[in-house]
């Protein structure tokens, strides 16, 4: 009997990162994390132990560092860029890189009624993400935004679905909309402004959510991966992902009192998990 290796990678993942850029007195910082994955001819270091084909992961986490210090992390999908070339021009060995960047942000700390130049304060649980998967052939980028915690509290509605024997969930014209939102994005066509884009789409996204006539999250959903395709011409696809964070209304009348439709418990588990893929054509 035989066995055949049909698929391996490896690479170093978690690579934490805090760049300060200092312009005088004015003070930018960039809080990365990256992952990098190598892919090619590493069968013998599997079957035989030979490790002559292994870059390191250690020398992954130390070529991080050093770009960081050669050059200002200004756009994470250019970060990525660098690293992605510069592991395929020597690693003859390599077949693909994988370099996946999440980005926590900061926002300046307002003191005495402007932006403090060098006092930050971290941005809730958002985060910006980039994917840079580059070949000896091409280099394909896909960036997004995960962990953006949203809230409304109007124009939501669920009903009109089907219901069996086990139903028990009232129908509703006006409930609590919470999710917090995954959205990632594959680019094409020509080099895009990759600060400006991301930006465009995240204003597309929340403007949608806020703005649109809800029947359900699907509605939502699919109304925002337009919004954000419409917005900037060099999106190909985009991914979004919304759980449904349920907001229970609290049974008052046990207490002798009616709820308007203003206390609710807020529940993360179990919850529903709403998904898709819009594509230009």
């Avoid at 942000?105 to 005495?112: F, L, M, N, P, T």
């Avoid at 089907?162 to 080099?191: C, M, N, S, V």
Wanted: glycine letters at 6%; one cysteine or more; hydrophobic letters at 40%.
């Amino acid at each position: 009997m035989s066995f055949d290796l049909v698929a391996d990678s490896y690479g170093k993942s978690a690579i934490r990162l805090l760049r300060v850029t200092r312009s005088g007195q004015q003070h930018d910082v960039k809080d990365i994390s990256v992952d990098i994955q190598f892919e090619g001819d590493f069968d013998a270091v599997h079957t035989k132990g030979d490790n002559s084909k292994v870059l390191p992961t250690d020398t992954m986490k130390n070529t991080v560092y050093v770009f960081a210090a050669q050059h200002a992390i200004e756009e994470i999908e250019d970060f990525g860029a660098r690293l992605v070339a510069h592991f395929l021009t020597n690693n003859e060995q390599v077949t693909a890189v994988k370099v996946r960047i999440s980005e926590h942000r900061w926002s300046r700390i307002s003191a005495e009624g402007k932006p403090h130049p060098t006092a930050f304060l971290a941005s809730s649980g958002e985060r910006r993400i980039a994917t840079l998967i580059g070949t000896r052939e091409q280099t394909t980028v896909s960036a997004g935004i995960d962990g953006l915690l949203i809230l409304r509290t109007a124009g939501s509605a669920f009903d009109g679905y089907i219901k069996d024997a086990y139903t028990t969930l009232p129908e509703t014209r006006d409930r609590i909309f919470a999710t917090t939102l995954k959205a990632d994005w594959d680019y094409h066509g020509e080099q895009p402004s990759f600060g400006l884009c991301w930006r465009t789409v995240r204003e597309a996204l929340l403007e949608t959510f806020a703005n649109h006539p809800s029947e359900s999250v699907q509605h939502t959903l699919h109304a925002m991966a337009e919004a954000a395709l419409e917005s900037c011409a060099q999106l190909g696809e985009i991914r979004l992902s919304m759980p449904n964070k349920h907001h229970l209304i609290f049974n008052l009348s046990r207490f002798g009192m009616e709820n308007q439709n203003e206390v609710f418990i807020p529940t993360d588990e179990p919850y529903g998990l709403i998904q898709a893929t819009l594509r230009r054509t």
